[in-house]
């Protein structure tokens, strides 16, 4: 549809997703279309209003719940697992700074791709860091700071993120 470069140094490919595919006014499949049309790989309708995206680096699975207020800087290649869901105003970054000297501590810029695998539970506000992967079936406590991958099956929570305890398989709210 767009013939420009699909990240935000297009005007256009910005507008398009990152205000009419933000609209409340669309429904979840129309939101699927539009993103897929913009060169998202998207396999879900469940996309809440409000997300924002930098570029279309980005795969997000089948079955998969993006909330409302997601913010994804994808300068690097974000996947997004089937059947995960991330909660509202979940911030997932792929870009950083190496600590530069005292006249400019932001010294040179890095990126590193982020997955979170299938299954997977992100809390509201929480944050994934550059080069995080969350394993598939965790489960990222609310507010929580991912900025090292996390083993699969656990429950992390914290500012660094920590594992607080493991998770049984096919464990749900009663258990």
């Keep these: 549809?767009?013939?420009?470069?699909?990240?935000?140094?297009?005007?256009?490919?910005?507008?398009?997703v990152n205000v009419v595919g933000a609209s409340a006014l669309l429904t979840g499949d129309g939101r699927r279309r539009l993103?897929?049309?913009a060169?998202?790989?998207v396999?879900?309708?469940?996309?809440?209003?409000?997300?924002?995206?930098?570029?279309?680096?980005l795969q997000i699975g089948s079955g998969t719940l993006i909330n409302h207020g997601c913010h994804f800087e994808n300068v690097e290649r974000v996947e997004v697992g089937r059947n995960c869901a991330l909660?509202?105003?979940v911030l997932v970054a792929t870009s950083s700074h190496e600590l530069g000297p005292p006249e400019r501590r932001a010294g040179t810029w890095r990126l590193a791709p982020v997955r979170i695998e299938d299954g997977c539970w992100i809390?509201?506000?929480?944050?994934?860091?550059?080069?995080?992967?969350?394993?598939?079936?965790c489960v990222v406590a609310a507010g929580a700071v991912v900025r090292e991958s996390c083993?699969?099956?656990?429950?992390?929570?914290?500012?660094?993120?920590?594992?607080?305890?493991?998770?049984?398989?096919g464990a749900g709210a009663n258990t």
Excluded: K, Q
């Design 1 to 16: 549809m767009l013939d420009r470069a699909r990240n935000v140094s297009s005007r256009a490919w910005s507008f398009y």
């Design 43 to 57: 396999h879900t309708a469940d996309i809440g209003p409000a997300c924002y995206f930098h570029s279309d680096n």
């Design 87 to 89: 909660g509202m105003r």
């Design 123 to 137: 809390g509201a506000g929480a944050i994934v860091l550059p080069g995080a992967t969350v394993g598939a079936g």
């Design 35 to 37: 993103y897929r049309g």
């Design 151 to 169: 083993d699969p099956g656990g429950l992390y929570a914290g500012v660094p993120a920590v594992r607080v305890r493991d998770l049984e398989p």
């Design 39 to 41: 060169g998202l790989d």
